[in-house]
């Protein structure tokens, strides 16, 4: 999710507040899981006070969500540089403990199986 927003919202050197909420929330997810803390909170600023360490990136997210919050977050705005520099290298991080295939699924041997299974267990 996290890559696939930042690669589809967040390439302009403007760009809607709302869509860095979209990558953030994934990639903290993806720490509190790696963490193992369990299910992972419905509320953002749970994620981010506790995984959140650097001041300066808290402060730029508390300051977006304040926005979000004010009904700003479908303005446009300049790209915040803290924000960008920790989403690629949090995307980056994670490629490579856990890289994503780029083929397509078997498809077919899974329906296969399927249908044998399927067969199977009727009989």
């Known amino acids: 999710m996290a890559r696939g927003n ?5 390439q302009g050197e403007r760009l809607r507040l709302k869509k860095y909420l979209y990558v953030l929330r994934p990639l903290l997810a993806c720490r509190w ?12 600023d749970a994620l981010v006070d506790e995984l959140v360490e650097d001041a300066n990136l808290r402060f730029h997210i508390a300051v977006l969500v304040a926005r979000k919050r004010a009904g700003e977050e ?5 790209r915040i540089p803290v924000l960008h520099t920790f989403i690629e290298a949090e995307l980056a991080r ?3 403990i856990a ?10 041997k899974l329906n296969q199986f399927f249908r044998e299974f399927c ?3 009727a009989a």
Not at 6 to 10: E, I, K, N, P
Not at 33 to 44: L, T
């Open 6 to 10: 930042h690669r589809a919202y967040l």
């Open 33 to 44: 899981i790696e963490q193992g803390r369990g299910p992972v909170p419905m509320k953002f």
């Open 94 to 96: 994670l490629e490579k």
């Open 119 to 121: 067969l199977a267990e």
């Open 74 to 78: 479908l303005d446009e705005a300049q």
């Open 99 to 108: 890289p994503l295939a780029t083929a397509a699924p078997a498809s077919e």
